[in-house]
């Protein structure tokens, strides 16, 4: 099984600034990552899928890279409705599963 | 509007059974494979489960493997997850969840519909 790694645990940002999430697999997962963003009280938003494809929807401030084990969600201007838990997922082999999330909050 | 539905959960005691259901609309449900994710309280997701377009192929995670039965009918637009033998840590908000390519065979993919969760509640 494939284990998600994601850093840091915490990311405190102030509005305008550029945030830079790191996603880690134990295994080579190609480009088969994805991003999702959570907010309180709601279900997941895809936000990137093939590591750098941003989904339906999705401003360009919100851009990820990366392939293998290495990824990277950047996030190039805060917005006040960017500060949620972001989470990545391997989808390469089964069992997909899940990064345990980083939450980005305000500074 | 695509949207994904769920509903039967609630509060069952240990070793109790429920049947969960997600009603899928605004999109052609047996193009698409589908998946039960769920999240308990405060923590992170965790896949449960995936189903091919024809249901001749299904997963599970090991955490559920031999209690819960996913299923589908692509006539009524429907995803089933059929939970026994349930156990405290299967506390939590279950989600159905669309993949996001079409394709007849098993995908394993992105999610790109979410529905608003059932919370299922293991307790004495």
């Known amino acids: 099984e494939i284990v998600m790694t994601q850093s840091p645990v915490t990311l405190s940002v102030s509005p305008g600034e550029r945030a830079t999430l790191a996603c880690r697999a134990s295994q080579s997962v190609g480009i088969s990552l994805a991003w999702y963003q959570q907010k309180p009280g709601q279900a997941p938003r895809l936000l990137i899928y093939l590591a750098s494809i941003r989904a339906t929807g999705i401003p360009a401030r919100f851009s990820g890279s990366g392939s293998g084990t290495e990824f990277t969600l950047t996030i190039s201007s805060l917005q006040s409705e960017d500060f949620a838990v972001y989470y990545c997922?391997?989808?390469?082999?089964?069992?997909?599963?899940f990064g345990p999330g980083t939450k980005v909050d305000i500074k | 509007e695509v949207q994904l539905v769920e509903s039967g959960g609630g509060l069952v005691k240990p070793g109790g059974s429920l049947r969960l259901s997600c009603a899928a609309s605004?999109?052609?449900?047996?193009?698409?494979?589908m998946n039960w994710v769920r999240q308990a309280p405060g923590k992170g997701l965790e896949w449960v489960s995936s189903i091919s377009t024809s249901s001749s192929s299904v997963y599970y995670a090991d955490s559920v493997k031999g209690r819960f039965t996913i299923s589908r009918d692509n006539a009524g637009n429907s995803l089933f997850l059929q939970m026994n033998g349930l156990r405290a840590e299967d506390t939590a908000l279950y989600y159905c969840?669309?993949?996001?390519?079409?394709?007849?065979?098993?995908?394993?993919?992105?999610?790109?519909?979410w529905g608003q969760g059932t919370m299922v509640t293991v307790s004495s």
């Open positions: 605004g999109f052609t449900f047996d193009y698409y494979t």
């Open positions: 969840a669309r993949v996001v390519t079409q394709d007849t065979a098993m995908v394993i993919d992105a999610f790109d519909i």
């Open positions: 997922q391997q989808y390469n082999n089964w069992p997909t599963g």
